[in-house]
């Protein structure tokens, strides 16, 4: 949606899935963007047609069906943070800040568009990245584990941090696809401090994390939303795809690592969020300034009048 929304005034842009949220479904009506559902990933490559740009957001399909999608007469960018297979992409897009491209097996002609000049931020972010904060005190905590959080991290940090007693507010975001609102929302509603949010656009997410100065979230695009938001970061891994984004994001001066979220020490958290609060003057937040632009030249780099 990121990347769509930057592209919207030069190309006619169509979102192709197996499977889609209704929430989904509705914002990208509202954007006028084109939506195609299809039964299989086979169906997908017979919707082609030579001269399009493809762009693939999908750990399932590996380098076989990206070179049917070249054998196509297709322009193929590939948004990747894993780099275990071989690539026939045309361009590669990771914003994982730090990964190099000789970490990727790849088409000689193939491009990399690498780190925090390529982040696929939604306008929302992208507004806040040249933004000044300056943070006084850690006073305001945000937790968010993205849409599903299988692990239910969200619950196991709250009551963590709930215990601390080191915050006036406790903001929690959780998305569509997480399966125990039922038992967090109980818990919320037995701590005044705590406040629980479901399912927000990105304008939302953004006045919240506004009232938060830290925010204890996984590697992944939410810790660079949040990043880009000035906020302080608590971050760790769920995920093996999130070890890049990790990796980078812990060499800014504002950032703090608790490891593998999946593998939580208490006491660890407990002393990473002391050390933080005692820390608060010595933060500072770098711009990263608005990726669009380097988005769009790249993409306008696949001309097929040059080939």
Do not use: W
């Not at 037995?190 to 304008?203: I, M, Q, R």
């Amino acid at each position: 949606m990121a990347l769509a929304e930057i592209l919207k005034f030069d190309y006619d842009i169509t979102f192709v899935c197996k499977q889609i949220p209704c929430k989904s479904v509705d914002l990208i009506k509202e954007l006028n963007f084109k939506l195609l559902v299809i039964d299989e990933e086979e169906s997908f490559l017979s919707q082609l047609k030579s001269k399009q740009i493809v762009v693939l957001d999908h750990y399932g399909l590996g380098s076989s069906y990206q070179n049917i999608i070249k054998q196509k007469g297709c322009k193929l960018v590939c948004i990747d943070d894993l780099h275990k297979e071989h690539f026939y992409a045309d361009v590669i897009i990771n914003h994982a800040p730090g990964v190099k491209s000789n970490q990727y097996d790849a088409e000689t002609y193939t491009h990399f568009y690498l780190g925090l000049d390529y982040a696929l931020l939604r306008s929302e972010f992208r507004e806040q990245a040249n933004r000044n904060r300056k943070i006084e005190s850690i006073d305001n905590v945000l937790i968010c584990f993205g849409g599903a959080d299988p692990y239910n991290i969200t619950y196991i940090i709250l009551k963590t941090v709930v215990r601390s007693c080191m915050f006036k507010r406790i903001n929690v975001i959780v998305g569509n696809s997480y399966n125990y609102i039922s038992e967090l929302t109980q818990f919320c509603a037995d701590h005044e401090s705590v406040k629980c949010f479901s399912n927000l656009t990105a304008g939302q997410m953004v006045e919240v994390m506004h009232h938060s100065e830290l925010a204890i979230v996984p590697a992944s695009s939410i810790a660079i939303e949040c990043h880009a938001a000035k906020q302080v970061l608590l971050i760790g891994i769920t995920d093996e795809n999130q070890i890049d984004i990790h990796n980078g994001l812990v060499k800014f001066n504002s950032v703090k690592t608790i490891g593998d979220f999946r593998n939580l020490d208490h006491e660890i958290l407990l002393n990473q969020l002391q050390t933080i609060k005692e820390q608060t003057n010595e933060f500072s937040f770098s711009n990263l300034g608005d990726a669009s632009n380097s988005i769009k030249s790249l993409f306008k780099s696949l001309s097929y009048d040059k080939n």
